[in-house]
């Protein structure tokens, strides 16, 4: 049976600190939008492309030697780039829907309000991996770190230990990171809502619902 289609598609992205629950409301949504026969591509960053998973295990994984601040900015850029094109933007053309888990604010959130590295440089690293399709829903599912620590720490309750680079960050990098996620949506009201996350899954699922519902009608 063909799917229902919106014209241009529908890009959202969701965002947040380390376990705010992306994975768990994108899983959620799209079962609802799949269900009302919409195209839905899942996708995530770092990754969504053979090229970007490659990337992905670079980024994420501790290494013998440490990556250099700029040079990680770069991967998640190449990562982004690839995942556009061969991805994001054909799922849109064909009048899909894209829900992707973290995108071009965790870069300003990550290597720009807790890396430091310089917010031009990034805005115009964002303008060439897009080709000028921003999202056009963003959520920042929001937790404070203390909440995240406590997500992460029963992920990992019956796995490996932790081998995330990233996650194993300082308690002061991943507070710059959720103030960074709130200065960006004060910054972008029209496309980024930021939802309490620290509520029951189905009610959050609930918010998004309205949002993405609102967003296709
Ligand atoms: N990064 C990424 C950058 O530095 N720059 C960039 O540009 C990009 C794109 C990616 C890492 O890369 C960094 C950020 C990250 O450090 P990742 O694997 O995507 O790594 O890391 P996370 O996004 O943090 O993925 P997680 O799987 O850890 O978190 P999720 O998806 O937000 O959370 P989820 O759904 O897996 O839930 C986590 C736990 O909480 C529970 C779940 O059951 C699970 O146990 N949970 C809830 N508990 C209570 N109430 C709720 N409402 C809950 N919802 C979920």
Known sequence: MPKKTI???LFVTFEGPEGSGKSTQIKMLAERLTEQEYEVVVTREPGGTILGEE???????FREEDIADEAELLLFGASRAQHMRRKILPCLKRGGIVLCDRFVDSTTAYQGYARKLDFGFI???HAFSLCGR??????????????????????????APVNDRIEAESRAFHTAVREGFLDIAKKNPGRVK???ANRLPEIIAADLWWEVYHAIV
């Open 134 to 159: 921003w999202p056009d829903l963003t959520f920042v599912l929001d937790i404070d770190v203390d909440t995240s620590y406590q997500r992460m720490s029963k992920r990992y309750q019956n796995s």
């Open 7 to 9: 014209e241009n598609g």
């Open 123 to 125: 805005q115009n690293l």
């Open 55 to 61: 990337i992905r295990k670079l980024l994420i994984e």
């Open 194 to 196: 930021v939802i309490d």
